[in-house]
């Protein structure tokens, strides 16, 4: 009980600023006492204490009360000293870097317990006794500790935020509320458009799948017909040249079986020892019949019906090259589908993106020239010096040592050429371009019907339509070409460790486009790459 009575005595010459023993002991005029210098700095803290009040009962005092030492207080503090009972907070009860510290502690801060939001202070357990036990506090509203209680002070007011505060800022959120609304409308009623779309695209799709499936039926159906009706006409010539055959054979064999009996009469008669007997018999032998004539038999070489099969081979042939041609046709119509959406794609930024346009380019034996050897599946030209064996195709370039690729282009493609040696156009064209001859209309770059980076030795130029445009950019061994057909988009890259834009065309596409080289010396070399 001793101990107690003393712990009480500690407690009550404690300062509740500073929580330890009275220092210079001074009792305002409300009765409570403090430490001379913390009851000083509590009211010399904070730019809006204009009167001072008590830390604890918030009295205020008009004026400023006089501070004066009370001796019976020092005293007794200075005995608790003697006696050895003053106690300290443990030193997890003290702020860290990351805590938020009480306010009113002077020296060695606690942590805080609560903040006041009509205060703007954080209080320590001790100095937050006042705010439960005092009336004058009722109003206040305590929260969890915060560093950030100054968000509280209104910037017009220099005041903390009140109702007239939040009025003007309801004000502001209303209308920031009827934005957000109105553009949630907006983005509703785009994402209806979309459904809409994609219900439309969908229907239309199904419809053209079904459409086509029926049409293709119909030419398979027709084709199949076609066959039906070759080898109906072919069994029926076939039975009508076997049946002539046949008759022709029955009428020599029955030729022979009379050669035959003639031939044993006339072997009989020679035997007759009888000269009468032979001169009697013999003005009565039978007369030899119309022999049939051996020029009437005109066996044809082994072919037979092998001129059939080069005519419907030739049909296949046309056929091919019918649907060859007109399917670029239709990938086009199926690739302007997408015009709409292409218009809002911008063109990638990174390699990376590039090659999710990527196309694997393969060359055409057909249009090569002839001095051009195609090697590695066709993706690379190489110019020599001795003509290669090609066989006449109408598609061969005759007069410059160019080819195009197999491939036609349409939508959004991209793709990387490896040149080498001194001079190399990496062109596009449309596949009516001329192939005859050495003249401006067969020449990639020369005409309105293809377009060429012209890549020479440190150097580039663009040609279209027989201009020349220098392009500068840093020499690369390696060119990418990115082409968005619907959007008219051709742009030529510099590619090394990083990734040039040499030159961009924008223009319109009129038909599906094919890639390109032109090879000027011999030994020039342009490859394909396969991308990953």
Known sequence: MAQKGVQLDQETISCSIC???LKDPVTIPCGHSYCMNCIKGFWGVGGNRKIPSCPQCRQTFTPRPVLVKNTMLAALVEELKRTGLQAAPADHCYAGPEDVACDVCTGRKLKALKSCLQCLISYCEKHLQPHYE??????????EPSKKLQENICSSHDEVMKTFCRTERQRGLEVSRQNIQQRIQDRQKDVKVLQQEVEAINGSADKAVEDSRKIFTELICLMEKRRSDVERQLRFQQETEVRRVKELEEKLEQEITELKRKDAELKQLSHTEDHSQFLHNYPSLSPLSGSTDSSAIKIRPLSYFEDVIAAVSAVRDKLQDVLTEEWTNISLTVAEADVLLSASQPEPKTRAGFFRYSREITLDPNTAYTKLS??????????????QSYSYHPDRFTGWSQVLSRESLTGRCYWEVEWGGEEVYVAVAYKNISRAGSSRESGFGFNGKSWALD?????YNFWYNDVKTPVSGPRSSRVGVYLDHSAGILSF?????????LHRVQ?????PLYAGVWLWYSSDTAKFCKLR
């Open 19 to 21: 929580l330890d023993l």
């Open 493 to 501: 890259y510099s590619i090394s460790e990083t990734m040039t834009l």
């Open 134 to 143: 005092s009336p004058a506090f009722g109003k206040h509203k305590l929260v």
């Open 455 to 459: 890549c020479y030795k440190n150097s």
């Open 507 to 511: 223009t319109t596409f009129t038909q």
């Open 374 to 387: 195609l090697s590695e599946g066709n993706r690379k030209a190489t110019l020599m010096s001795e003509k």
